[in-house]
């Protein structure tokens, strides 16, 4: 083990422990380094849903690039910024245009109220490729807390946020609630 990384750890829980006595009701979470180290912020009340560990995500986003093979490049380049120039292979060339992608979140606009998502999803699309950007791609939508990808014939109600795949936050900003 890291002593640092403990080090770390044990300044996050001690600071978790300090928001949870302040103000109880705060939507806490907590990112440890070290996935030892979860078992004792559970001991001193934090909830385990409420525990991110960067070790276990690691190790996750691994072995499900065992089963999935770029999948771990896929989630890394959707995480990321980047701003690589463009070469002149063509699939590197793709690849580079796709890893400057990004996903984002955005509270939908009142346009959309009563739209099925799938309709929704297929607007946004066309709407934002059509002004030579590469599009936007909705993938899920946020219900009572609830984050649902790709619910087809869900309603949209106007209150919710909608998760996206796209080159830039900018591009959202006509599909945005204001």
Same mark, same amino acid.
């Given at each position: 083990?890291?002593?640092?990384?403990?080090?770390?750890?044990?300044?996050?829980?001690?600071?978790?422990?300090?928001?949870?006595?302040?103000?109880?009701?705060?939507?806490?979470?907590?990112?440890?380094?070290?996935?030892?180290?979860?078992?004792?912020? !559970? *001991?001193?009340?934090?909830?385990?849903?409420?525990?991110?560990?960067?070790?276990?995500?690691? &190790?996750?986003?691994? $072995?499900? =690039?065992?089963?999935?093979?770029?999948?771990?490049?896929?989630?890394?380049?959707?995480?990321?910024?980047?701003?690589?120039?463009?070469?002149?292979?063509?699939?590197?060339?793709?690849?580079?245009?796709?890893?400057?992608?990004?996903?984002?979140?955005?509270? !939908? *606009?009142?346009?959309?109220?009563?739209?099925?998502?799938?309709?929704?999803?297929?607007?946004? &699309?066309?709407?934002? $490729?059509? =002004?030579?950007?590469?599009?936007?791609?909705?993938?899920?939508?946020?219900?009572?807390?609830?984050?649902?990808?790709?619910?087809?014939?869900?309603?949209?109600?106007?209150?919710?946020?909608?998760?996206?795949?796209?080159?830039?936050?900018?591009?959202?900003?006509?599909?945005?609630?204001?």
């Amino acid at each position: 083990n890291d002593p640092d990384a403990d080090s770390e750890d044990n300044s996050n829980i001690l600071r978790a422990i300090g928001v949870r006595q302040y103000c109880n009701q705060v939507s806490l979470r907590l990112q440890l380094l070290n996935s030892d180290n979860k078992q004792q912020a !559970i *001991s001193v009340g934090i909830p385990s849903d409420c525990i991110t560990c960067i070790q276990e995500v690691k &190790y996750s986003l691994l $072995a499900q =690039n065992a089963r999935l093979p770029g999948f771990s490049t896929l989630v890394t380049n959707l995480i990321t910024s980047s701003n690589d120039e463009v070469h002149s292979n063509d699939w590197l060339s793709q690849f580079i245009e796709g890893s400057g992608h990004e996903m984002y979140d955005f509270r !939908i *606009s009142a346009q959309f109220k009563n739209k099925e998502f799938k309709n929704v999803c297929q607007e946004i &699309y066309m709407k934002s $490729a059509s =002004n030579g950007s590469a599009g936007v791609t909705c993938i899920g939508i946020e219900v009572d807390g609830l984050v649902l990808f790709m619910p087809k014939s869900y309603k949209v109600t106007g209150d919710e946020s909608v998760f996206c795949i796209a080159e830039d936050v900018e591009v959202l900003l006509p599909f945005q609630a204001p």
